[in-house]
């Protein structure tokens, strides 16, 4: 466990990177925020990855920099998308903890093993996006868990990852792509190529 002054220079250090490159924007009257949310995201985990805890978020800093309207993600230029790629419990647990609050910590072996397809989003081998395709063995297959990191959201990733999904399944021989969606989402799917139609779904553990 890291001291209060290892702390200390663990936050400084985010702080005066971010200071250098908004003096080096001022200086050279352009905008380089892609540039400073990309280095205090790099630092901030290379920061974690030690294992040193910062007494004040950057998140905060990275939320004010990446505005809506702004659509600004980090070396969006180096986004690949890739089909089946292997992916291990450690990576996928970590996209969906920061993607959705109330993840639960779970083993994907055994699902990916019977998965029909995968399509996997990537900057600089970090895994922003991820989408899988169950199947019946016919004719129908299931998209199931959509995810992409929040810091890449409103760029149209989550959109590929479907109409990518979409394309795999129809490679596969497959003739219908199911979906199930919160209705705030309709709009999304409905732009991704999905109609909307009657269906139900059933708990069947309430304590899982």
Same mark, same amino acid.
């Given at each position: 466990m890291p001291?209060?002054?290892t702390q200390?220079?663990?936050t400084a250090?985010w702080q005066?990177?971010d200071s250098?490159l908004?003096q080096?924007?001022?200086?050279r009257?352009?905008?380089i925020?892609t ?9 901030c985990r ?12 950057p998140l905060g800093?990275l939320?004010?920099?990446v505005e809506p309207?702004?659509?600004?993600v980090?070396?969006?230029d180096r ?5 089946d790629?292997?992916?291990d419990? &450690?990576?996928?647990?970590a996209? %969906?903890a #920061?993607?959705?609050?109330n /993840?639960?910590r ?6 990916l093993?019977?998965s029909?397809g ?10 922003i996006?991820?989408?899988?395709l169950a ?9 199931l868990?959509p ?7 409103g ?10 999904a979409a394309?795999?399944?129809r490679?596969?021989?497959c003739?219908?792509?199911?979906v199930?969606? &919160?209705p705030?989402l309709e709009? %999304?799917? #409905?732009?991704?190529?999905? /109609?909307?139609?009657?269906a139900?779904?059933m708990?069947?553990?309430?304590t899982?």
């Amino acid at each position: 466990m890291p001291d209060s002054y290892t702390q200390f220079q663990a936050t400084a250090a985010w702080q005066v990177v971010d200071s250098a490159l908004r003096q080096l924007e001022e200086n050279r009257d352009v905008s380089i925020t892609t540039g400073r949310v990309y280095v205090i995201d790099h630092v901030c985990r290379r920061l974690s990855d030690a294992g040193l805890a910062l007494e004040a978020s950057p998140l905060g800093e990275l939320g004010h920099a990446v505005e809506p309207d702004n659509h600004i993600v980090p070396m969006l230029d180096r986004l690949e998308y890739r089909v089946d790629q292997r992916l291990d419990d &450690e990576t996928l647990n970590a996209l %969906f903890a #920061r993607a959705w609050p109330n /993840h639960r910590r779970r083993t994907f072996a055994s699902i990916l093993a019977r998965s029909l397809g995968t399509v996997s989003a990537f900057v600089e081998e970090r895994l922003i996006g991820f989408a899988n395709l169950a199947t019946d063995g016919g004719e129908h297959a299931f998209l199931l868990d959509p995810t992409v990191d929040p810091l890449y959201r409103g760029q149209g990733i989550g959109k590929a990852l479907v109409q990518r999904a979409a394309g795999v399944a129809r490679e596969r021989q497959c003739r219908w792509l199911h979906v199930d969606y &919160e209705p705030q989402l309709e709009p %999304f799917y #409905r732009s991704a190529g999905f /109609h909307p139609s009657a269906a139900g779904v059933m708990l069947l553990d309430p304590t899982a």
